[in-house]
């Protein structure tokens, strides 16, 4: 078992930043990726970005040039800078890691609210 916590959530101007964390516990060994997805209200949940094992990145054509995700190996975190953000990224984010048994795991959350 793997235990996902999100922080970081919160309100922000348009233009704000923020950062997002997800703390990994547990089973982590057998995890080969962790990212963020994303789901706005009336949305389906949407992939931000995720990292590899090996330190490869992928990010949604949305957030290219303006997210950079990242990991601390040391502290088993993973996180999400976010910059020049706009109303759309308004949603919950959640982390998610998924394990070589096939098991997909998630946190609970976190809101990321973009509003003047």
């Known amino acids: 078992q793997v235990q996902l916590v999100e922080s970081g959530g919160g309100l922000v101007q348009p233009g704000g930043s923020l950062r997002l964390a997800c703390a990994a516990s547990g089973s982590i060994c057998s995890i080969y990726a962790m990212g963020w997805y994303r789901q706005a209200p009336g949305n389906q949940r949407e992939l931000v970005a995720f990292i590899t094992s090996t330190g490869s990145t992928n990010y949604a054509d949305s957030v290219k040039g303006r997210f950079t995700i990242s990991r601390d190996n040391a502290k088993n975190t993973v996180y999400l800078q976010m910059n020049s953000l706009k109303p759309e990224d308004t949603a919950v984010y959640y982390c998610?890691?998924?394990?070589?048994?096939?098991?997909?795991?998630w946190g609970k959350g976190t809101l990321v609210t973009v509003s003047s």
């Open positions: 998610h890691a998924p394990d070589r048994g096939g098991m997909h795991y």
